[in-house]
């Protein structure tokens, strides 16, 4: 991956969440626009920013130039989590524990506030941050700081469902397992499922790391083998489960050396995986099946890691067992490369869509790179 | 006490009331002022006032110059020592002027950045290329040209007009080229003069000529100084000899650049509003008079050339001794007069850094420990931790400063506001990262505290496992028994029952996670285990006193219990008789 790909640029405010616009499955566009949200700051704003690659095909080296702002707007608190709803709005949560849905006009390139649920998330005298948000359109879940889980629906006032003391600790994260069940991940190291189509408060599933129990910070799901799950914490090491087999995971990889802060499956190639970090990387991890090694090694730096995995795989009918689960270094390789130059602040989140690959970093910089090689 | 170099700026609080004694207190960035009634009668007020420095310096621009100067030093400290220092030189300065051009460009009006690159740009010249005679010149002449951008923007407007040699600006933007030693451009200029004024052809062929002929040194060349001297001497005697001909009598224009070609001082002065700054005059008069003027030889042009050319009454504004000093090779000079020129010590700290990585700087210790190079990125650093979003970068530069880096942030990160755990996190990275356990083990307790009082037991009990801190841990168990003791029931059972081995980092904690899962065996009939880990209980005396009676008191079903094993019977037995006459003493 050549080094020029990737440019930085400064934005004046901290990252804390960067997402893309999902583009339509239709189309095979490469995504344009991206949302922003920062932290950290006395004024803290979510942006959106566009990289001008209207429909154009790749014909030239494709990083014409620097993202450009569009349009932006006040956010009370820091961003802590934000994602879209749908091509227009998008769903942020707050340090102060406020849900709120910002509406983009494209046409005359403004934001505006959409609806909002202050103090959501909250203890008795005091405000709770709100750590996570996952949407399916129109139904929207957060967690937070409190240990509740709430449930929206956009267009609604008021909330649907309240889990109250859904944990006894901070929920960091949170994501659909499938339409109805959600995963959560916590400061004790646990990784919980919750169907919701039960009315109990407690969790359909607990799964835990078998030895020191380090918070948990991002969990995601394999887009197409929904039993597969990836999440990352504050050791910086990967672990993949097979949430429908045992209660602990199914690999270990050692990753980053500080806290990895956001995981994802690429969404349409999930032999790639991306992670980011506290020490200040980004890592894009490959799985092979094949023997000989895949030609996109180029300079630059390069570890080449072989998964441990916690335990052998289950016996029986593997034939579909993903790469990501084979415990057997031999049958799968993995290759992970650095995707920034050198070393930086902390990326603190990272989105990739198609081969657009976007991060935010506490060094007050955007990383946009337009040739992930996937 | 040494002298003050300037007199210290009066601010004044406009909210606080004449003739009041006003109390102060020194803050990390800012002093706290209030009134008191310290022997004046009168009613008191109830208003602290506080006083901070200009917050301009922290616009979104300047922070963009921050974060990339940040990451240029860091990548400045970690280039190899054994580098020879020209490379570091020629791989970070161009960086550090992109970083520069961007800011300038982006901000016009802030006049203080294009003052600093200026200054920025000299010392390069001067003390990092550090060119002998001969290249000095070129250098100098770059440097003019880089800050003189209004020449383009006129001559564009010239050129684009209908008939560019009739402008009004022409003959400026001619003699402007000329006064830069931009002959090129000139010639290319008089071409246009010379086609509308056929009768004067020769004139304008012999300029042309003159022009084409000066000599510049070549640095690559093998020319040695005095061969480039002699052509020059000999060129000059050319030119000269043009003006006594009256070759350009004719032509007032052609007569003025052929006067500027012979260096003469009263023509070139003539023209201060082409020139507009004093440096520009040495420069240029350096070209045509001196154009192999020694380095050491510089200071005495400087000095003369802004004694002529500025007024007598004007007095010289600090950007003009800063670069006095500069032409001086006053290095120390330069940087103690832009730290009282500037408002902020981004500028003095990189530059001294970069300086004393080009072993430039002889490292003079001051009185107060740390030699030059650490107190101003101290004082540098010191600023941004002030700043809510900024002291992230400022760890960085106290990592890099040896005596006191680590010193001052252990005072300065505990001030840090920890609103979210997420920021806390951070925080306890850094702290972690650099062996600072006192401030680890106090934030940790800052944080546990908090969940407790939000009664988040499980985020209190992980913030205690980071910190190792059991005696924590140990209150935190405390206060579950007190649950249980109260309602009967545990609460939070996804942490006690998924503790593992955290569970051992306080006996209180490992008594909890054990008598729940007492509790979970008797529910589930398991009764001999029950009683087996209850006895272990008892015997391995980690309950607290006050559970003793609920421990014998779970213990009585038990013995009704044939599952019970016999000798698990006698031991509940004599356990039971034992702690009973404890208790009864």
Redesign the interface.
Known sequence: MCEKCVNAKYVSQKISKTRWRPVSHSSLQQPDIFATGSWDNEDNKISFWSIGNHGSSGMDEGFEGDPQLLCEHKHDGDVLDLQFLDQDRIVTTSSTGAVTIFRHHQNSQTISVSQRWPRVHRYPCDNAPCTGVVCSSPEIVTVGEDGKIIVFRADQEGVIRVIENADSSTIHAVTYLRTTEILTVNSIGQLKLWDLRQQSNSPSQILSLSGDRLPLHCVDRHPNQQHIVATGGQDGMLCVWDVRQGSTPFSLMEAHSAEMWEVHFHPTNPDHLFTCSEDGSLLHWETSTHSDMPSFLQGGRNNSMISRSAMAPAGGNQSLISTWLSGDSSKGRLETTHMLPSQTLSVNSLDVLGQCLVCGTDGEAIFVNRQVPV | MEELDVEPAITNIPAASDGKHLGFAWGPGDILAYETLYMAPGSGCSFIHEVRKDEDIYS??L??LF??S??IF??LQTIREDLPSKNKKTQLVPELNYCLELSSVLVLQVSILLAIELIWNLCEVLFIDAAPAGPLLLHLLDWVRLHKGDVDEKAREVLQSESPAEHHDYWDVVVSYVLQGRFEEARQMLVKQATLQPAARNMYKLMDTLLSKMPFYNPGGTQTLTEFDVKWRHWHEEVDRCLQDNSFASNQHLEIICKILVGDEDTLLEHKELLSTWYHFLVTRLLFCHPTVKPTELHYYAQSCMTMFLDLRSVPEPLDSILLAAFEFDIHQVIKDCSIALNNWWFVAHLTDLLDHCKLLQSHNLHFGSNLREFLLLEYASGLFTH??LW??AVDYFDNCPEFGHVYLELQIERVPL?????A??VL?ICE?RQMSEQVRSICKIMAMRALR??????A??WS?RAKDAAFATLISERFLQDYCARGTF??L??ID?????MLLSDRLTFLVKYREFHKLYEENRFSEAAKLLLSLITAKIAPRSFWMTLLTDALPLLEQKEVSHSAHCALHCGFGHDLCFILQ
Request: proline letters at 5%; charged letters at 30%; zero cysteines.
């Open positions: 979104p621009i922070r963009k974060n990339e940040h990451h860091v990548g809510h979003s992230q970068l609103d979210t755990e997420r920021k996190l951070k990275r990262q939000n009664n988040r037991l499980g985020s009990l992980s496992i609460s939070d996804d942490l998924n503790l593992g081995p955290a």
